[in-house]
């Protein structure tokens, strides 16, 4: 797997033909990118999760 390989977003989005953000965003549900705002973003939404349902969850 090209992020375990330790290759930056850019090179895993050239990669696959990705938009960069859409590939960390993929990463992060995945559970395998790790940065301070996506633990925050996580815990946000488990939270929500907790008391909504998934669509209640994402407001659009």
Do not use: H, W
């Not at 797997?1 to 895993?12: G, T, V």
């Not at 989005?13 to 705002?37: C, F, H, M, Q, W």
Request: glycine share 2%; with cysteine.
């Amino acid at each position: 797997m090209l992020y375990e390989e330790e290759c930056s977003l850019r090179s895993i989005a050239d990669a696959l033909a990705l938009n960069p953000i859409k590939v960390r965003k993929l990463l992060i549900t995945a559970g395998v990118y790790e940065s301070e705002v996506a633990e925050k973003v996580q815990d946000t939404f488990e939270e929500y999760r907790e008391t909504q349902d998934y669509k209640e969850a994402i407001p659009l």
